[in-house]
Structures are given as structure tokens and as C-alpha cells.
Nanobody, 124 residues
């Protein structure tokens, strides 16, 4: 079992930046691949970024590539999402997730544990 708590969301103008954090407690954090997803009003949950257990491998959705950076600090049991050059279409609730399975999933079904989400709103 692992508990995930996101923080760092808020309201920002287009072109601005935010850094989301997700603190994990419970089972060994380094045993999980970690991902970020988002869900805009009226839409399904969308993959944003993921990072391997070893920190060596990262994946991004095309819509955020070059603007967002996922990272993790296994000593602090925390995963981060640095979001730069934010656009109004990035507005969503952002969720972090942990996967105990093989590899680094890029679909929500590959994740076992989820945080409660943090709201990110980008104004134009």
C-alpha cells in the first residue's frame, strides 16, 4: 500500500510556470514507477508524463513535450512535475500515480495507486 498526496497546483497566467509535487508514504517509493495524469472538465483522464524506478527513463505526452519535466527524488519519496510555458488547455486536475507492475505504464490502467489530485488553472 502507498499513499500519494499532490501539492503545488494553483492559478497561473498563460506562459507561466508551476511545479507540482507528489509525496508518497507507505511501501518503498523506489519500487514504483510514477506517473502524472490530468483530467479536464468533461474529459477523460489523460497521460501527461511518467518516470522509471531508476530515474533513467522518462516519457511525455506529445502535448507537453518540451514544456513539462518529470523528476523524482527517491530519498525524499517525492515525484515532481515542472510545468513551463503553460497554456489554457493545460487547465485540469492533475493526479500522480504509482505503478508496481512491469515497465513504465503510459495508460491509467497500469497504475495501482492514485493521489486525490490538485487543480491547475491557466488563464489566457
Amino acid at each position: 500500500q502507498v499513499q500519494l498526496v499532490e501539492s503545488g497546483g494553483g492559478l497561473v497566467q498563460a506562459g507561466g510556470s508551476l511545479r507540482l509535487s507528489c509525496a508518497a508514504s507507505g511501501r518503498a517509493f523506489s519500487s514504483f514507477a510514477m506517473g502524472w495524469f490530468r483530467q479536464a472538465p468533461g474529459k477523460g483522464r489523460e497521460f501527461v508524463a511518467a518516470i522509471s524506478r531508476s530515474v533513467r527513463t522518462t516519457y511525455y505526452a506529445d502535448s507537453v513535450k518540451g514544456r513539462f519535466t518529470i523528476s523524482r527524488d527517491n530519498a525524499k519519496n517525492t515525484v515532481y512535475l515542472q510545468m513551463n510555458s503553460l497554456k489554457p488547455e493545460d487547465t485540469a486536475v492533475y493526479f500522480c500515480a504509482a505503478s508496481s507492475g512491469i515497465g513504465v505504464p503510459r495508460v491509467s490502467g497500469g497504475y495501482d495507486y492514485w493521489g486525490q489530485g490538485t487543480q491547475v488553472t491557466v488563464s489566457s
